[in-house]
């Protein structure tokens, strides 16, 4: 089996894996980092979503080893020194987390969204973006307001 | 009301571990020596299952072994149940076919399991599946509920016609004496469209079987695990319930689809022994979850509204048939007979009310509970036939429905239920006001102006939750009763363990019910633990579906409040030397009438473990009670939605321009979470309205919506932005509880349909159309000719 | 899904050579399509040639005429390009309706051609703007280059480096997604030439993307809204599923054609 190396929220980390192995196995499994979650076979959920070099990817669809030399970055790894980050603080003050599943890749597709379209994302282009995170709680209505208030924060 | 107590908006207390990935889903859990499982199903909808050949897939890389019917029948695995007897007019009770964990025989829907592979990975596992070769003898198959009666296609051996039940409420030669006597009457064929349930985290299990202490552990993905308990040992024969162990930890959802006991976690604890011990791990892929989770609804339904001259209904009619699948799932019996027609009366003072319900069975995945289970079905077709009287008697549908509400209480109606409390009128007018009714006008004429049809629609919906009285279910045939139970453990630093039968997957039960304890005791809500979802831990439990957990399940914690308050009163007045009547307890204080004594809570409970001041042969040492709590009625939340959407006239697509809610939920806890959980509602109800259905196809059978490419859940764009959403509340309190609250959790999935459809209906000025009214749908509608053949 | 042999060739002709050599390999640069097919046991290539590592096969050029997109640039970054949205604003637009965004951070335009899915977006650009899609072998003009569904005029071991677009007069892209898979249920591309020619290109109706002579004369003549009345698409052929009708599909075509015209700048 291949062996791999890569940056996993700043620390660097290896393993063996079959070519095959998808970057969410890796990073569940050989990792135990169980907070990135799978919610679909056919790449459309979101659940998964992580970052590689700082952009929202869907880990269950990119093969671990194609990400080696990668940085990779995880619902685990966005809180500094203990401090949660905005779009954390965002979700739990705005409510926008029920059973908690698509929480991770809804967060981390939301910090891509406000990274690229800054403090002033309209409602319109958050609820566009986050077309391929889907939630079956919330309804999103507080998951649009967690979004544009951690934008004002970030 | 305190920062914390009843009332208060608090954040929630389990969110940290959710926003950090700390969460502890079933899937996360991974035991020492543990295998996979990877489950053979069905490729046909309906086949007698001619031979098994295991022995190249036996061979094959990393597999421990392969399992089939053979191998649960020599062990004598009992089948899967329906709980809920259901007996047909005629008194013959309903129709249970078999429903082995692995088929046995014969298969009846896509999906079906037929053999389970035990391998040391999950890749090993499915690999070997594929490998497993059987041979079937394809029958003729059926998936259309309104075909099943007249169909060749015969699902089970016990029900020759495929008809499960033929049940009926009501007094039928009474409504047909009404409908005689009446001025108009109005019909209308309705389709309840078939939904798949979809919580975001799929089924999962882990079954362990101890070999030293013959003991088992099933980590699964449970709304309500004492339930599974229960049903694993009473009916499968697996193990008795002290050497069971049932962990549903972190669930990611469940909207109904996690109440039931499937074959597949039922074969994770079963296949572990046969094993010799390894754990057996199990996780459905989305596409595994399309096939085999209960769907829900699936009802064809007719119904006939009678009203006098004045506008004043006087009876109704209905003829339901519900699909019931292929076998009958653990309440499913319940959901389209006591779930559904009991409430068939709306708010609305209906003197007389027939229905009748045939279930059938169907070559299509069981159907049970789903987000509202039965109440949905009936708000829908009440709703909109409703809507449809008011506009053929060219009544406003506001105004006819403020001339039938009901307004004096408590109400009987004639189909069970006697609702306790509630005030329409005040609902209605509240919604009227919020979605500012009276000037639909303009609106639509601005949406006219580019080139859109705008439509308004209403749904005033009641539902019966917080199920229920165990002596009324078990009269209507229910296996178990629906209590709920709590244990309230004081520490003696006077921190707080709350063991709950309740069942958190979404609903904030670690928040909510930890403010409860707080406003009794005094006590700071971050020293309040709920620990749920363990039967090592919470002795007995029904769980959490129907909107329960407030209305049942924190009475029963109230309850053993109530005894803690009276045990520690008697410790405070031991110690203070003070007669226990003189005793007073307020914001976490113990005062002595007519001194200045007092003493802290935790002083309390430190003096109740430390049983140095008082007579332990007077009193018992410790804080710590226990209640079970049965209620004595169903609770009866009810409210007014109002709907508008905007119709694109070129391209059929339908947008909710706004969306209003105004629900009576008795007393709240916490407004925030109750929100949320209409919001969640309301968008699963505009799911079913505009974008969800299954579709079998009916010539292969196969579930043509199977996965997310063509199963089109609710994503944040179809819902109305933020400042057109609006909420608001109305409040009676609920007269059979205690806290006065009544169930918010299934509110917007029933109230929503008939609020989005009579919406679209009343823009196109089309009688009906179905759901989900897709762009499609609404363009076909649309199309002149169609209009004009109407 | 199965195993296979993964190679990450730094150069195309590495690339090429790689696959020659291989029993049954596939080329990948995002993966979005091809993943998703292995896992759903449709497809199981002996070797993956990721293309990714490839120097310089990302990027975009905006040359007088022509805007050149290398075959591994990414949808995202076509659709934020600021050169690409004044230049052809309607190719960076409708790079920012393929998928979602995280399908945008990976999908590549190469293989999002190379593929000639009949719902996929890119390809209705390629024709719909006269485009030329370039290979390490070859230059293949967009009308001869998508032959069916699933299907092009790509050769064996043929690697999509770039795609040049000619920079019109005026240019459109409008989109009906599929309600759930966010697909193109029907996709027009509307552009006008400086010469005046029009090239009208529609995906998701048919079983590859198509051509509309019917329309593109029309608004050859007069580049107008009303220069497309009365002349509808015709619904035989075209395809029809739970989501649309033919029927309808002709109908949306028909919709969304007025509203590029409308729209093109």
């Known amino acids: 089996m291949p062996a791999i190396s890569m940056k996993v929220n700043g620390k660097a980390v290896s393993g063996n894996v079959e070519n095959r192995t998808l970057l969410v196995d890796f990073i569940r499994t050989n990792l135990g980092l169980t907070g990135t979650h799978v919610g679909c076979d056919t790449s459309q959920c979101g659940a998964c979503v992580v970052h590689i070099d700082g952009k929202a990817v869907k880990s269950c669809t990119t093969l671990a080893v194609a990400c080696e030399g990668a940085s990779v970055t995880t619902i685990e790894g966005i809180a500094k020194n203990g401090t949660l980050h905005p779009m954390q603080q965002a979700f739990h003050e705005n409510h926008g987390l029920q059973c908690g599943f698509c929480t ?51 | 009301m305190s920062d914390t107590g009843i009332g208060a908006r608090v954040l929630r207390k389990e969110d940290k571990r959710f926003i950090t990935g700390k969460g502890q889903y079933t899937d ?97 596992a499915k690999a070997a599946a594929q490998a497993v070769a059987v041979s079937y003898g394809v029958l003729p198959h059926n998936v259309d509920a309104g075909q099943a009666m007249k169909t060749k296609a015969q699902v089970h051996d016990v029900a020759s016609d495929n008809r499960v039940y033929n049940w009926s409420i009501g007094d039928e030669a009474a409504t047909d004496a009404a409908f005689r006597s009446a001025a108009h009457v109005t019909k209308l064929d309705l389709i309840n469209n078939r939904l798949i349930p979809n919580a975001m985290e799929t089924r999962a299990a882990i079954g362990s079987y101890d070999t030293g202490s013959e003991h088992y552990t099933l980590y699964t993905t449970s709304q309500n695990p004492h339930v599974a308990r229960l049903v694993i040992s009473a009916f499968h024969g697996l193990a008795p319930e002290h050497k069971l162990r049932v962990i549903a930890p972190d669930v990611g959802g469940g ?147 403020r001339r039938n509400f009901i307004t004096q209480f408590p109400h009987q109606t004639p189909v069970i239920f006697c609702y306790d ?333 008939p609020a989005v459809i009579n919406a679209i209906t009343n823009a196109l000025g089309v009688r009906d159309i179905a759901m989900p009214a897709t762009p499609l749908t609404v363009w076909n509608a649309m199309q002149p000719m169609k209009r004009a053949a109407e | 899904m199965e195993n296979f042999n993964y190679h990450r060739p730094a150069t195309v002709n590495a690339a090429a050579a790689l696959l020659k050599k291989s029993k049954g390999g596939s080329y990948m640069a995002g993966g979005h399509t091809l993943l998703p097919t292995m896992k759903q046991g449709l497809a199981s290539p002996s070797d993956i040639i990721d293309l990714t590592a490839i120097k310089g096969f990302s990027g975009i050029t905006i040359g007088k005429s022509a805007v050149v997109v290398k075959g591994g640039t990414t949808h995202m970054e076509v659709a934020t390009s600021a050169a690409v949205k004044k230049a052809i604003p309607a190719l960076a637009e409708l790079a920012g309706k393929i998928g979602g965004v995280h399908v945008r951070h990976k999908g590549t335009i190469g293989g999002s051609i190379a593929n000639s899915d009949p719902a996929a977006d890119y390809p209705s650009a390629c024709l719909g703007l006269g485009a030329t899609i370039v290979t390490n072998k070859r230059k293949i003009p967009a009308d001869a280059f998508f032959t069916g569904m699933f299907q092009t005029a790509l050769k064996d071991g043929e690697i999509i480096t770039e795609v040049s677009f000619p920079i019109p007069k005026k240019s459109s892209h409008m989109k009906f997604p599929n309600p759930a898979s966010r697909y193109a249920l029907v996709g027009v591309f509307v552009s006008q030439d400086a010469g005046g020619k029009v090239r009208v290109a529609v995906t998701g109706a048919g079983p590859k993307v198509f051509r509309v002579p019917d329309m593109e004369a029309a608004l050859s003549k007069s580049f107008a809204v009303s220069a497309l009345a009365g002349i509808s698409a015709k619904a035989k052929g075209l395809n029809a599923d739970m989501h649309a009708t033919a029927e309808y599909r002709a109908h949306l075509i028909g919709v969304l054609a007025r509203r590029a015209v409308e729209a093109a700048k």
């Not at chain 2, 410790?622 to 119709?647: Q, R, Y």
């Not at chain 2, 109800?685 to 505009?690: K, N, P, R, T, V």
Request: proline share 3%; hydrophobic share 40%.
């Open chain 1, 104 to 154: 991770p890749g809804m967060i981390m597709a939301s910090i891509d969204i406000v990274k690229r379209n800054g403090k002033k994302v309209s409602e319109e282009v958050i609820r566009r973006e986050l077309s391929q995170n889907i939630c079956r709680c919330t309804g999103y209505h507080n998951i649009v307001a967690a979004v544009q208030s951690a934008a004002e924060k970030m």
């Open chain 2, 28 to 124: 996360d859990i991974n035991l020492k020596d543990q295998t996979y499982a990877y489950f053979v199903r069905s490729p046909h909808a309906h086949a007698t299952i001619k031979a098994i050949n295991t022995a190249k897939a036996k061979k094959m890389p990393g597999v421990v072994d392969i399992f089939t019917s053979k191998e649960v029948e020599e062990d004598k695995i009992g089948g899967l149940i329906c709980g809920w007897m259901i007996h047909s007019k005629d008194g013959s009770g309903m129709k249970a076919g078999p429903h082995p964990i692995l088929a046995s025989g014969k298969v009846r829907f896509v999906g079906d399991q037929v053999a389970v592979v035990i391998a040391e990975t999950r890749e090993q």
């Open chain 2, 255 to 401: 909207f109904g689809s996690k109440i039931f006991i499937y074959g597949e976690e039922v074969t994770c604890v079963w296949a572990s022994k046969r094993i010799g011990g390894r754990p057996v791990k199990w996780t459905a892929d989305r596409s595994e979850a399309f096939l085999s989770d209960a769907h829900g609804r699936d009802h064809v339904s007719h119904a006939e509204l009678a009203m006098d001259a004045s506008g004043k209904i006087v009876g109704l009619k209905v003829h339901t048939i519900a699909s019931m699948g292929a076998y009958l799932s653990t309440f499913s019996s319940c959901v389209p007979t006591y779930l559904y027609a009991t409430l068939l009366s709306g708010q609305y003072d209906i003197p007389n009310i027939y229905a009748e319900v045939d279930a059938v069975y169907t070559n299509t995945a069981p159907v049970d509970a789903y987000r509202g289970a039965g109440r949905p079905e009936a708000t829908y077709l009440l709703e909109r036939i409703v809507e449809t009287a008011a506009r053929e008697l060219k009544i406003d549908p506001a105004e006819f429905r």
């Open chain 2, 421 to 753: 409390a509630g005030d329409y009128g005040a609902a209605l007018d509240k919604a009227l006001e919020l979605s500012d009714y009276r000037n639909f006008a303009s609106r639509k004429a601005a949406s006219a102006k580019n080139g859109k049809l705008r439509g308004v629609g209403f749904s005033a919906y009641i539902e019966a939750c917080g199920i229920a009285p165990s002596a009324a279910v078990g009269s209507l045939g229910a296996g178990v009763g629906l209590w709920e139970s709590a244990e309230v453990r004081v520490n003696a630093v006077g921190t707080v363990e709350v063991l709950t039968g309740s069942h958190s997957h979404g609903q904030g039960h670690e928040t909510t019910f930890a403010q409860l304890v707080s406003e009794r005791l005094g006590v700071d809500i971050n020293n309040v633990a709920i620990v749920h979802g363990d039967t090592d831990k919470v002795q007995m439990g029904m769980g959490t579906y129907g909107s329960r957990s407030g209305a049942v399940g924190m009475t029963a914690i109230s309850k053993a409040l109530d005894k803690i308050e009276a045990k520690a009163k008697r410790v405070a007045a031991a110690v203070m030397e003070a007669s226990t009547d003189d005793i007073d307890f307020k914001d976490g204080t113990f005062t002595v009438k007519g001194t200045d004594k007092k003493m802290a809570f935790g002083e309390v409970a430190l003096a109740s473990y430390v049983g140095h001041k008082f007579n332990s042969s007077e009193i018992e040492i410790g804080l710590k009670e226990t209640s079970f709590h049965d209620p004595s009625n169903f609770v009866f939340p009810a409210g007014v939605h109002i709907c508008e959407v905007e119709v694109d006239t070129e391209t059929g697509l339908t947008k909710i321009a706004s969306y209003t809610a105004v629900d009576d939920f008795g007393t709240i806890i916490n407004p925030m979470i109750v929100e949320g959980q209409v919001q969640g509602g309301v968008a699963q109800g505009i799911g079913q309205a505009l974008l969800e259905g299954a579709h079998y196809d009916r010539d292969s059978g196969q579930l043509l919506t199977g996965s997310y490419m063509d199963y089109n859940m609710p994503k944040a764009a179809n819902m109305p932005h933020i400042e057109n959403f609006k909420l608001g509340f109305t409040f009676t309190k609920c007269p059979s509880n205690p806290l006065g609250m009544k169930g918010c959790g299934e509110a917007g999935a029933i109230a929503a349909p």
